[in-house]
C-alpha cells in the first residue's frame, strides 16, 4: 500500500533520477543481472523477447506500445505481453510458490527499486504467473 | 398474466420445442455453443463485423439463483470487503414488479453494451469506449476516477473501486481509484471463446436463460433467438440500442 | 469624484499572519483528509457506488459557481460602463481567480486517480462537457489574468474593455458548461434538464455578489477603510434581484417538472418526502437562502444595517451550499428510473428496493476537504490584496460614486 504522498514523491524523484538511472542501467547490469537467475523461466532463455541490452532500455515502450493495441483493439500478442513478461521472470521459492516481481530484488524491483521509478503497472496487473493468481482465488 | 411462474415456463418451453427448430441452439449448454463461436484472433484488431450482445429470456430466469453474479465474482476476481455499499458488482440480480398487474420477474442487470452508450459520452478522457466489436469498457490506463460516467449510465452498470486490491487477476486487471464495469467476459472473447463467465454458469445451473453471441451474425444463437422471442431493450426511451435484450418484461 | 487611489491591505503583521495561520490551519486539515482519503480508498468516505458524488463535489461545484459570479463587479464596470463599480473590478477578478482555484482544488483531489490529473490535461474526449470544462477552467483563469493585467498597468488599460467583454462572455460560458454537466445527465430524473445552465448562471451571480460584499466588507472593516453607505446599498439591492432570480428559476424547474407525469416520482421526493433533502430544500435553499435574505435586503430597517447586510450574504451562502447539495446528493439519493411502471421488489445495493432512496452521510474527510477548498480561496485572496494594489484606498461614495452628492 503506497500513499498517495508516496507516489507524489515517487513521481518528482522519477523525473530527477530518470536520466541518472537510465545511465546506472547502462553502466551496471548488477540489479537486473541478479534477479533474472534462480528459478524464473528466463533464467533458461537465451535471450528477452528482444536483444537484452535493447530491452534495458525500452521495455516500457513495448508493454506501453501493446498496452493500447490491447486495451482498445483488443490485439493480445502474447510474446509482446505483460502477463508474457511476469511469466517468464517470475521467480519461484522453494516450495514452488510464484514469487511477485515487485518483491525485494526481484526482477522488476531490482532495478526500478535502484532507480526510485516505482512501475505503475501493478496497481492493477498482477504480479505472478496467470497460473498462480487462478490458484490465490 | 396472472400464472404461476413453474405455468409460464412451461407454455414457453412447448411452444418452442413445437415450433422452432432450432430451439436445441437456446437450450444447449455453454460447451455446445464454444464450437460454433467465432474464434478471436489474439493477434488481430478487432472489427466491427462482429457486434457482441446478450438476450435474457426472462422467463427462464429462476427466482433467487445467483450463478450469474457468482461466476462473474470468480472469473474477474471482484473482491468483496464486506462492504456491500462500496464493493464492486459488474452484474447483479433484480426482481421487479408490475406496478399495474402485479407480475413479477426476474432478471440479471449488467452494463447493456449500448450502442450510443452515455458513458463514453460523458468520459473526459476517453477512458471509457466502445470496443470496435461493441463492447463498452473502461481503459483503466487514463480513467482519472471522476466517476461522470456512473453518474451518466442509466442502468447503474459501473462500480469504482473503492479500496485496494489484493488479488488481481491477470485476466482482469483492476486496482483503485478507477471505474470498472462488465466487459462482456473480453478476456474470453480475444482467446476465441465467445462465451461469457455468466452465460456458461447459467447454462450450468440448467436454466440457460442467457444467449450470448453475435447479434450481427444472423446465425448465431443470440441472433436466432432474438427472431424468435419478442425482446425488448431496458429504457428503450432514451435510444440507446443496447447490446443486451431482454424478452419477457 | 477623484482619481481612485489602491494600495495594498495594511492590517497589521501579527493579524495578517494570524488569519492566514488560522485558515492554514484548515487548509491542512484538507491536505491530512486527502492523503487519508487516497490512501485508503474512497470507501472511507460517504461515497459509494451509489451517491458516487459528494459533499467535495457540493464544495466544488459551489466554489466554482460563485468563483465566474464573482467576476461580475468587474462585468458590471467594464461591459456596461458603469462608472462605481470600476474601483472594486481588481478584487473581483482576484476573487474569480482564487474561489476557482479553490473548487477546482477540491475536485481534483477527490478524484480516484489525482496523480494522473496529467492524464486529464492531455487527452481528452471532446464530446464530454467534462473536457470542454477543463478548457473552460483553466481559459477563465488566463482570460481573467490578463483582465487584472489591463486594469493594474496603466499602459494597457485600453485595453480593459474588450479584455473585460472576453472575461463576461467566458464566464457565462463557463458557468454553462457548469450546469451542463447536470444539465446533459439524461438517465436522471433529477437532472436533464437544460433549464440547469441558465439557473447556474443566474445562481453564479447571486453567490459570488455575496461571497464579493463579504470579503470587502470583511476586509475594509479590518484595515479601517471606508466603504460608503450608497455603494453598499447598491451591491445589497444588486444581490437581492440575483437571490430573486434563483428563487424564480427553482419555481422554474420545479414548475416544469411538476407538468410532466414521469418526473413527479423525483418532485415529490425533493419537495414532499424526500426526508433531509426535502428539509435542506424548504429550510436552505427557499428560507435560508431565499427568503430571509430578500426579507432582510428589503426591509427598510434591517438593510441599513451593515450586520444585517453581512447576515444576509451568509446566508445566501448557506443557502447556495444547500442549492448544490439538493441538486448533487438529493438527484443521486431519488432512485432513478430503470424499469418505469415497475417497482424493483430484490435487487442489490445498487437497486432502490421499493423505491427507497440511497442514503448518504457525509464524512469528516468530505467536509474538511471542503472546508479547505473554501479557506485555500480565503487564504489566496488575502495574501493577493496583501502584496498588490487590488484594494482601493476608499470606498467611501465621494470618491468613487460619480453621482454622489452629500446629502442635505
Aim: some cysteine; charged content about 15%; proline content about 5%.
Amino acid at each position: 500500500m503506497t500513499s498517495t504522498l508516496h507516489r507524489l514523491v515517487k513521481v518528482v524523484s522519477l523525473a530527477l533520477l530518470v536520466g541518472l538511472g537510465a545511465t546506472a542501467i547502462a553502466e551496471t547490469d548488477a540489479p537486473a543481472g541478479k534477479a533474472v537467475e534462480g528459478s524464473a523461466k528466463a533464467n533458461a532463455l537465451k535471450s528477452c523477447v528482444r536483444p537484452t541490452d535493447w530491452m534495458r532500455r525500452n521495455h516500457m515502450e513495448l508493454i506501453e506500445h501493446q498496452r493500447d493495441l490491447t486495451v482498445r483493439q483488443g490485439v493480445r500478442v502474447q510474446k509482446d505481453s505483460l502477463a508474457n513478461c511476469i511469466d517468464c521472470h517470475a521467480r519461484h521459492d522453494d516450495k514452488g510458490q510464484p514469487v511477485p516481481v515487485t518483491a525485494k530484488g526481484e526482477f522488476c524491483q531490482g532495478c526500478h527499486g535502484f532507480v526510485a521509478a516505482k512501475p505503475s503497472c501493478f496497481q492493477c496487473h498482477s504480479t505472478v504467473p496467470s497460473s498462480a493468481d487462478t490458484a490465490q482465488r | 398474466m396472472s400464472k404461476s411462474k413453474g405455468q409460464t415456463d412451461m407454455d414457453r418451453r412447448t411452444f418452442m420445442g413445437l415450433t422452432v427448430g432450432a430451439a436445441a441452439t437456446l437450450v444447449a449448454p455453454g460447451v455446445f455453443l464454444h464450437s460454433i463461436a467465432q474464434a478471436g484472433d489474439r493477434e488481430q484488431p478487432v472489427t466491427d463485423k462482429v457486434r457482441w450482445g446478450m438476450l435474457v429470456d426472462t422467463s427462464k430466469c429462476a427466482n433467487g439463483c445467483s450463478a450469474c453474479v457468482d461466476a462473474c465474482k470468480t472469473e474477474n476476481g471482484l473482491s468483496n470487503h464486506g462492504r456491500p455499499a462500496t464493493d464492486p458488482t459488474w452484474i447483479r440480480k433484480v426482481k421487479v414488479r408490475d406496478n399495474f398487474t402485479g407480475r413479477e420477474t426476474n432478471l440479471p442487470l449488467m452494463c447493456q453494451h449500448c450502442e450510443f452508450p452515455p458513458c463514453v459520452d460523458v468520459c473526459p478522457t476517453g477512458a471509457s469506449f466502445k470496443r470496435a466489436d461493441g463492447i463498452v469498457m473502461v481503459d483503466r490506463h487514463v480513467c482519472i476516477g471522476c466517476r461522470y460516467c456512473m453518474m451518466a449510465c442509466p442502468y447503474k452498470a459501473r462500480s469504482f473501486i473503492h479500496e485496494d486490491i489484493e488479488i488481481k487477476p491477470t485476466n482482469a486487471p483492476r486496482g483503485k481509484g478507477c471505474v470498472e464495469s462488465c466487459n462482456l467476459c473480453v478476456h474470453r472473447l480475444d482467446n476465441g471463446q465467445a462465451m461469457t463467465a455468466c452465460a456458461e454458469a447459467c447454462a450450468k445451473a440448467g436454466h440457460n436463460a442467457l444467449v450470448f453471441g453475435d447479434l450481427k451474425d444472423p446465425n448465431s444463437p443470440v441472433s436466432q433467438a432474438l427472431k424468435q422471442l419478442p425482446s425488448r431493450q431496458i429504457r428503450a426511451d432514451l435510444q440507446l440500442s443496447t447490446g443486451v435484450r431482454y424478452s419477457g418484461i | 469624484m477623484s482619481k481612485i487611489h489602491y494600495r495594498e491591505w495594511g492590517i497589521p503583521s501579527p493579524t495578517y499572519w494570524g488569519i492566514l495561520i488560522f485558515l492554514g490551519l484548515f487548509i491542512a486539515a484538507a491536505g491530512v483528509s486527502v492523503l487519508y482519503m487516497e490512501h485508503m480508498g474512497h470507501w472511507v468516505t460517504g461515497m459509494t457506488n451509489q451517491i458516487v458524488w459528494g459533499t467535495p463535489h457540493v464544495f466544488a461545484v459551489f466554489l466554482i459557481v460563485a468563483a465566474s459570479g464573482a467576476l461580475n463587479v468587474a462585468s458590471i464596470g467594464s461591459v456596461f460602463g458603469k462608472k462605481v463599480y470600476k474601483p472594486l473590478a481588481p478584487l473581483s477578478g482576484l476573487l474569480a481567480i482564487t474561489l476557482l482555484v479553490g473548487g477546482l482544488l477540491v475536485l481534483v483531489l477527490d478524484l480516484g486517480r489525482p496523480d494522473r490529473l496529467i492524464v486529464a490535461m492531455t487527452t481528452y474526449n471532446f464530446k464530454s462537457i467534462f473536457a470542454w470544462n477543463i478548457y473552460l477552467y483553466t481559459g477563465f483563469m488566463v482570460i481573467v489574468a490578463t483582465y487584472l493585467f489591463t486594469m493594474m498597468e496603466r499602459k494597457a488599460n485600453v485595453y480593459t474593455k474588450p479584455m473585460g467583454f472576453l472575461a463576461f462572455v467566458w464566464r457565462l460560458a463557463l458557468t454553462t458548461g457548469t450546469g451542463s454537466i447536470f444539465g446533459f445527465l439524461v438517465a436522471r430524473q433529477a437532472y436533464d434538464a437544460a433549464v440547469m445552465a441558465p439557473m447556474f448562471i443566474v445562481m453564479s451571480f447571486s453567490f459570488g455578489l455575496a461571497f464579493y460584499i463579504l470579503m470587502v466588507m470583511f476586509m475594509y472593516n479590518l484595515d479601517g477603510r471606508p466603504v460608503g453607505d450608497g455603494l453598499l446599498n447598491r451591491l445589497k439591492n444588486l444581490l437581492g434581484v440575483f437571490v430573486a432570480g434563483v428563487l424564480y428559476f427553482t419555481l422554474a424547474y420545479h414548475l416544469t417538472n411538476l407538468y410532466v407525469t414521469e418526473n413527479h416520482g423525483v418532485e415529490a421526493f425533493i419537495l414532499l418526502n424526500g426526508g433531509v433533502y426535502t428539509t435542506v430544500f424548504w429550510m436552505g435553499e427557499v428560507i435560508i437562502g431565499g427568503l430571509l435574505p430578500l426579507a432582510i435586503i428589503f426591509h427598510p430597517g434591517l438593510s441599513q444595517s451593515r450586520c444585517w447586510i453581512a447576515a444576509a450574504c451568509l446566508l445566501v451562502l448557506l443557502g447556495g451550499l444547500s442549492k448544490v447539495f439538493v441538486i448533487i446528493i438529493g438527484g443521486q439519493a431519488f432512485p432513478m428510473s430503470i424499469f418505469p411502471g415497475m417497482t424493483i421488489v430484490e435487487g442489490s445495493v445498487f437497486d432502490a428496493v421499493n423505491g427507497q432512496p440511497f442514503s448518504y452521510a457525509p464524512s469528516l474527510p468530505e467536509v474538511l476537504l471542503g472546508l479547505g477548498g473554501i479557506a485555500m480561496a480565503i487564504a489566496a485572496t488575502l495574501v493577493g490584496v496583501r502584496m498588490l494594489k487590488f484594494l482601493p484606498v476608499s470606498l467611501a461614495d465621494e470618491a468613487v460614486d460619480p453621482h454622489y452628492s452629500a446629502k442635505p
